[in-house]
């Protein structure tokens, strides 16, 4: 089954559309690296069900949403037709097409990057896709931690431990970031430290949670502990 394909059956069954929070903590980030911008062209890669879009089409930036999935495509600029929001556009394309769209003063991501083959293609269509001054923010997860990935290759999707995404999929890995670092100047922060918690969702469906996760709060205090986290911001300019 092909990613569009894929995607399409999502939307197809469920459709949300929603203005984010104010408080958004993964959009509050972004706004802080971007700054204003109001009369901005910012591109929304990976627009999905188009929220974080509409966020920042209500903060005055001329937003282009760019998705595989033409069904996701389709409900975004039906969305905006019955709400009269003119300053976001919806397009279906690849990601590895963007260059052919137009350029960008800031270009935002969420969880899309993983899913960019060959890798170092779509960072040089980035590069290009972006004006000179312009910035990127994507939030990722992350391959960092061998542990993580081990029980992700060896333990996911048998023994009744759930899969999500699709199968062509796979953590932000530590060369991706590099070939980033090619052609950007890139700061990664964690937000929060995800590492004992994916235990209770994966391997004790929900059990323990709350206590797993505390282990993580407390570990996100030393510096040394959060690269390990499966969540990341990648700052680009």
């Not at 495509?73 to 009269?84: G, I, K």
Request: net charge negative.
């Amino acid at each position: 089954m092909s990613q569009q394909v894929f995607w399409d059956n999502i939307y197809a069954q469920h459709s949300n559309i929603n203005f984010r929070q104010e408080d958004d903590e993964v959009l509050l980030a972004a706004m802080s690296h971007f700054g204003d911008v109001t009369g901005a062209k910012l591109l929304d890669l990976g627009c999905g069900d188009g929220d974080t879009s509409l966020y920042f089409a209500s903060k005055g930036a001329n937003v282009v949403a760019v998705d595989i999935s033409q069904v996701a495509v389709d409900n975004l600029t039906a969305f905006c037709r019955q709400n009269n929001i003119p300053n976001l556009t919806a397009i279906q394309a690849s990601a590895f097409d963007i260059a052919k769209i137009d350029k960008f003063d800031f270009v935002f991501g969420n969880m899309i990057l993983h899913h960019l083959e060959p890798f170092a293609e779509f960072s040089d269509i980035l590069r290009a896709s972006i004006l000179p001054g312009g910035k990127a923010f994507f939030h990722e997860n992350s391959a960092f931690s061998d542990i993580l990935i081990w029980f992700r290759n060896n333990l996911v999707g048998k023994f009744g431990i759930p899969k999500y995404g699709d199968d062509e999929e796979f953590p932000l890995m530590p060369k991706e970031v590099q070939i980033l670092e090619k052609n950007f100047s890139v700061k990664v922060e964690h937000p929060e430290l995800v590492f004992f918690g994916l235990a209770s969702v994966y391997l004790l469906k929900g059990h323990f949670h709350k206590q797993l996760q505390g282990l993580d709060n407390y570990l996100f205090q030393f510096p040394s502990f959060r690269k390990y986290s499966y969540r990341q911001f990648l700052l680009l300019s």
